[in-house]
């Protein structure tokens, strides 16, 4: 039947209370906001796995309070079940739901499961979809695409490779940062690194080589200073760090050397990231701005994206940042990076939803759109995106333009200080968006490039209307 929701806000708030604690610290004992934490007292949000997790390991004599025994479990199963828009319109009470199980709990079951094969069908059309779009089977992923979905399945966080990197930035520490010179000093006393600059005729087609031999780094000269920053600690990682590295990479189990290399590589990426914003720190800091980006790239000298990506691997088992989701989109309307620590989830290969505040700020560089959007399960979320291009260093090359996203869902939103503008208690304000087109069951939708797979159509040559056929 599937994991279960757990609501156990009564026994939650008595822990608290039992060990005088208030809702601040015991918050930060497990690793959530303080406003999560009042949600899952009030039995506005499950209490996950992840959570359970969490307490335990906080405090070990009292975990045994949170396991699930089969009245809960149902009970939780069949208020899953009824909050789905599925059933939108339908009241029932909580009272409703205890009667239910307990005079008959071989129904509940039923609805229970009904409603876990209904969400699997919908997931398997998703699964579908995506390799319809990619035009290849799952067995012909290209590596990137396989490297990708490797990050995605590790929940975009990699424990023992980011322990090391915050190990590393504890000894570069300096001035609230890790310093260029610190970084600059490590490569080169430890591993006998010389760092170059490219001539002005190398700087627009070079970025990055490193060579073995002499162990010279030539960054191009035309880098703006933080993606220099990020290539210096690109490169300390990947030497520091070559062992924990190769564990990772080794343990994969990925089927081309060229995706083995590739992980290598997003590996190395991963570490600089932790390096130049190491986790305490970095979570710290990034709840008490409110998560506002500028002011995380200023605190910790990284750039937009770098912040945006860095917010979405903080994973950690019960030190959990805010769950985000985090995308990067071309002016294609692809989506080039994603990871999503919330319900949102991303399709895996082609575009996003038009009507997703992203796609306005591609087309708008250097300005932050923000947006309330509900998806098709009825999750509604707070996204920001801003429009972003990398110079090329030459007129006779383009430079690159996109565009991230990040958000998290509405219950974060007082901790996400790019909702401050929306009128988030509003249940109209949110604007529906899709997944992909061929599997969004909104009927009434002008922007659709595609009709969905699962349904079929009534074309009337007679009548036009915005989209050319309707939907069955």
């Known amino acids: 039947m599937g994991k279960q929701r757990l609501y156990a806000g009564e026994r939650l708030r008595a822990l608290r209370l039992r060990l005088g604690l208030s809702q601040s610290v015991m918050a930060a004992r497990i690793g959530i906001s303080n406003s999560y934490l009042s949600q899952l007292e009030h039995d506005d949000r499950p209490m996950t796995p992840a959570i359970r997790q969490a307490i335990t ?82 067995d012909g992923r290209l590596p990137w695409e396989e490297v990708r979905d490797w990050f995605h399945l590790a929940g975009n966080y990699v424990d023992p490779i980011d322990r090391a990197a915050e190990q590393m930035a504890a000894s570069l520490w300096h001035h609230d940062q890790v310093p260029d010179e610190g970084i600059l000093r490590r490569l080169h006393d430890r591993h006998g690194v010389t760092v170059e600059f490219t001539s002005r005729e190398e700087s627009a087609r070079l970025l990055r080589r490193y060579e073995r031999r002499s162990r010279t780094l030539t960054l191009s000269s035309a880098m703006p200073p933080d ?94 940042g805010t769950p985000f989701f985090f995308c990067r989109v071309d002016m294609a309307g692809n989506i080039t990076k994603r990871h999503s620590a919330t319900r949102l989830e991303f399709a895996r290969f082609g575009g996003a939803c038009p009507l997703w505040i992203v796609h306005e700020a591609v087309a ?21 995106a801003k429009g972003l291009v990398k110079p090329s260093g030459t007129y006779a090359r383009a430079p690159r333009r996109y565009a991230v996203a990040l958000g998290c869902e509405v219950e974060h939103a007082r901790s996400f200080v790019y909702a401050d503008q929306l009128d988030i208690a509003n249940e109209q304000a949110a604007t529906p968006i899709g997944i992909s087109c061929r599997i969004c069951p909104r009927l009434n939708c002008d922007q659709r490039a595609f009709p969905p797979v699962d349904r079929s159509l009534s074309v009337d040559p007679d009548l036009r209307e915005v989209v050319p056929y309707r939907i069955k």
């Open 57 to 138: 390991h906080a405090f070990p004599l009292n975990g045994a309070d949170f396991e699930v025994d089969d009245e809960q479990r149902r009970t939780s199963g069949v208020r899953d079940a009824l909050s789905d828009p599925l059933f939108a319109g339908m009241e029932v009470s909580d009272g409703a739901i205890d009667r239910l199980v307990e005079l008959q709990p071989a129904i509940a079951d039923r609805l229970t499961a009904l409603h876990h094969a209904y969400r699997g069908a919908i997931n398997r059309l998703q699964f579908v979809d995506d390799v319809i779009s990619s035009e290849v089977g799952m």
């Open 227 to 320: 993606s220099r920053r990020f290539a210096l600690a690109h490169q300390l990682a990947a030497l520091e760090l070559e062992q924990e590295i190769a564990q990772v990479r080794d343990e994969a189990e990925l089927r081309s050397h060229e995706a083995r290399q590739l992980l290598s590589i997003g590996l190395a990426n991963y570490a600089a990231g932790a390096l130049l914003m190491p986790y305490d720190r970095f979570r710290r800091t990034a709840r008490s701005l409110r998560h506002d980006i500028d002011r995380l790239c200023q605190h910790f000298s990284v750039s937009f994206e770098q912040a945006c990506h860095r917010l979405s691997t903080l994973q950690r088992p019960g030190e959990c």
């Open 364 to 384: 708008i560089p250097d300005r932050i759109v923000v947006q309330l959007a509900q998806t098709p399960d009825g999750a509604r979320y707070v996204c920001m």
